[in-house]
């Protein structure tokens, strides 16, 4: 099937089949799609959390939109931003680029310098809100490698932020949760959305040419 075809195909799954599960190999496939996911001057400012484990999932359900689905998915990804930038951290990422490279480090210090002296004009909220947009590409390219393997998915903003980041320990690894990610397989009998027909604004009035 194509890209196209495998995104007409999946939907934001509403009722899972707890017997079901991802096979490592598929979620591994689908963390590769999200860790190649290009990411402002190649940052990665993010982390991937895999939660397969039912007791953190029962916890983690406490002031979640959707508990059930939580519940029930075989796991959730919880997409995790840096909570700031800093100039430690860009230089670790680009001294493993260098070294990657094989090439000197330093290598791209002019580059380094320039978005290190940007950042440090910047607030930590304004790092934060920076660093989870970039969370949203991965997510993206998760969704569809997720469905071109036919594995159902659904994107979730609906939870307690707060809850999550305590459960998983995020703030001791300089991370802030932004959305989440369950995947598995539907329960045909009781989500209710697999009968309906996928609904999106006609492309005459999504595009607007100039």
């Not at 939907?11 to 860790?35: F, G, M």
């Not at 002031?63 to 430690?88: I, K, Q, T």
């Amino acid at each position: 099937m194509s890209l196209i075809e495998d995104l007409q195909w999946r939907h934001a799954v509403k009722a899972y089949d707890p017997s079901k599960k991802v096979t490592e190999k598929d979620l591994n496939t689908i963390l590769e799609a999200a860790r190649l996911a290009p990411t402002s001057s190649g940052l990665q400012p993010f982390r991937v959390i895999v939660v397969e484990n039912q007791e953190l999932k029962e916890k983690m359900v406490q002031g979640a939109l959707n508990p059930e689905v939580m519940r029930d998915s075989s796991h959730v990804l919880v997409f995790a931003a840096w909570d700031s930038y800093s100039n430690e951290k860009i230089d670790k990422v680009y001294d493993y680029h260098t070294d990657v490279r094989d090439l000197p480090r330093g290598r791209f210090g002019s580059y380094t310098d320039k978005i290190k002296e940007m950042y440090g004009a910047q607030t930590p909220a304004e790092h934060f809100a920076h660093t989870a947009r970039q969370t949203y590409i991965a997510l993206g390219l998760a969704m569809a490698q997720a469905a071109e393997l036919k594995i159902d998915s659904t994107p979730a903003e609906g939870f307690s932020n707060e809850i999550v980041d305590e459960i998983l320990n995020l703030k001791e690894l300089g991370l802030k949760s932004v959305s989440l990610l369950y995947l598995g397989y539907r329960d045909a009998a009781n989500d209710w959305l697999s009968t309906m027909k996928k609904v999106r604004v006609p492309m005459e009035e999504f595009i607007i040419k100039k």
